[in-house]
Each structure stands twice: as C-alpha cells, then as structure tokens.
C-alpha cells in the first residue's frame, strides 16, 4: 500500500490513477487532480530524499506547508465562474487560485466555465478561493436565499446567526436585518442546498419560517442569458451611434451627410458612450490586468481605443494647444467607435456559441450515474459518485449505469458507450 503525497489517502500501486518518478522513487496517486498538482512542484512534497537510519526523528510540518494535508479534511469542489473570454483567463484563475495556501490543485475548463479545485478545508475556506476569482477580476456564479427568520430577541442575535451561516462550507456572505427578520445569504449552489441553510440558523437556536431563492432554478444558464442579452443591447446600441460617427467623420465621401453631424462636438457626444459604456468590460479588465502585473485582450482593446478617442477629444477641445500653426486638425472618433463596436460584437458571437456549447457539454455530464452501490465488507450502500474511493467495489446490476471509471473484477455485460460514442 503507498501513500498519495499530496493528499495523504492509501492508494494501491496497481490500481492507482497515476505515478510519477521523482528522485528515484516512485509516488502513486489516487486522482489525475493530484498527479498533476505533484508534477508542477514535486519539491514542495517531498522534502528530501528518505534516509535508512535505526531511529527516525519526523520534523514537525508547518499547516501551511503542502506535506501537511490531512486526508480527513481533504475536499473537492467546483465553482461556476463567469467573464471569462480566452485561454490567458484561465491560466491567471488557476495561477491565482493554486497560490492560495491550501490549494492543491485548480483546473479551470473553459467550455463549462468551472473550476475544480482540491483544497485543505482546514488551510483555506470556499470563501477565500471566491474572493481570489473576484480579486482577479472574474464573477463566481453565487445564488441567494432570502431566509424569514423567528425568534430573534436583540442585535446579538444577528451576529449569531451570521456567524453560524457564514460557518456553512459554500456561503459566501450573510446578512441579518434585525427590522426585518431576514436574513440575506449568498451561497455557491453547487455546495449549498437551502436546507443547509436551514439546519445551520436551527442548530444555533432560531427557527426559519421559510426559505426563497431568488432566480429561476438554473441560476448559472439565466446568468450566461442575461450575459448574451446584455451584449446584443450593447451592440445594437453601438452600431446606433457608431454608422453616425463614421458618415460624419468622412463629409467627402457622404456629401449627403447634414453639416452639423461632422461638427468635432457632436461626434465627440456620439462616441463617448460607445467608448465607455459600450466598451466598459474592456477597460475594467485592462485595470484588472494592470493591478496584477500582466496583459490580455483587453489591454490591446482599452489602449488602442483609448487613444483615439482621448486623442481626438484633445483635439476637439484644445485645437489650439495641441494642433500646430497651419496643419488641420485631425481625429479619430471613428476608429474608436468602430473598434469597440466590432469587438463588441465578436463578444456576443462568442457568448452565444460558448452558451450552446456549454449547455450542450452540460447535458452529455447528465447522462452520468449520480450514486455508486459500494461493496464494503459485508455491506452494499449506495453512496453520491463523488464519495467513490480508489480500491473500492462497485456492484453494477443490469441496466444501470458505470459510476466510475475501473477494472471489471467478476462478470460479463454489454456496456451503453452512447455518452462517449455520441450514437443514439
């Protein structure tokens, strides 16, 4: 039996989920997620090479230090996140995520817009790896429930059941109004149910007369449709004063274009909100990139666009400051309204193909099995998938389907491989 050294679980060599080499010895694992986080940094595990002695002297580990896991409060869990665009987002969320101290891998999928983090619920909180993701200029998809609370007597109280919310693994915020009676609690429905909520506020003395979610059930498909919405409005709205802007930026090529639409003033009105509100989500993920040393697409976008129009603003205002004696003053309102409307555009394609492929990924993740039947001794138990450990026995009767991935051990049966082959 070896031992997993990032997460610290038994793994059986021959049925482990990877191996790697390092320093001449060979270390299993019992996840991919675990495997991988070893080969980043296999120094950060494994402190030195062992050392035959008669008598061992084991030096004590700081928590903070990776070798100091404990498998009891090993966990996993996944986290919607929206705003992402390209493949740089992903890399600077599982940069940021896997330099939190108790994180011990982070893989962010593009296509579900999710991350999977293996993390030391003792070393760090969901709520710390949610404000990292929003630190880094990214929204996690939380839903909220709105909980009528009895029994509350003085302010007190309040702190009490915040406290006791907040205590609740996926609650990211909570707050109590004492006038009301509510308590607002915003939560990652991925690990929180209602009825958590629920038990948390009973357990610590009070009683919830009801529980109501805000939004429809599927709060991560409204939230990618409000995203859509929100972009073909920008764009449309773009297109509106932008086709102006560029008739009247070129008076000789439309001469039937009215007078005062080529006056610097008016062209100045018509791009400054298609340059800043249009465009608002490229110049806050330019001062995102900035505060964290690094550059994107949206850096290219906010200061190429920028320029133009602070350029021609300049222009507009101060002719005579900026423009030398005998040269026409030129400006560019039009290559910034373009610009940022086109961009704009190629955002909202993108946010509905991205939303179908998401959906579509999403139904083929249904189709797997939600509960495992377990042989454990004498005992057969159903259990969730996620509880499934390496070297365990999974009895699979006809007709049901393959919780996990493994090695037949006794029987004979035809497989549906529909999910994987795509066949009906």
Known sequence: MARDPICGMDVLPEEAAGTSRYRGIDYYFCAPACKEAFDKSPEQYVAAPPVVSATVHEAPSTPSHPSSLNPHTFRVVEIPIRGMTCASCVARIEDGLSKLIGVRAASVNFATQQATISYDSEQVAINRMVQEVRALGYEAAVAEAVLPILGMSCASCVQRIEQALLQVPGVVSAAVNFATERATVTYLASVVQPADL???????????????????????????????????????IGVALSLPVLVGSFPDWFPWVPTPLSDPYVLLVLTTPVQFWVGWQFHRGFWVSLKHRTADMNTLVSIGTSTAYLYSAAITLFPASITPPGMEAMTYYDTAAILMTLIVMGRWLEAKAKGRTSEAIKTLMGLRAKTARVVRGDLVEDIPVEEVRVGDVVWVRPGEKVPVDGIIREGQSALDESMLTGES
Do not use: C, M, N, W
């Open 198 to 236: 629920r038990q948390a506020i009973e357990e610590a003395g009070y009683h919830v007369a009801d529980i109501a979610v805000a939004g429809i059930p599927d709060q991560e498909k409204a939230a990618a449709d409000s995203e859509v919405r929100l972009l073909q409005t920008k764009f449309l």
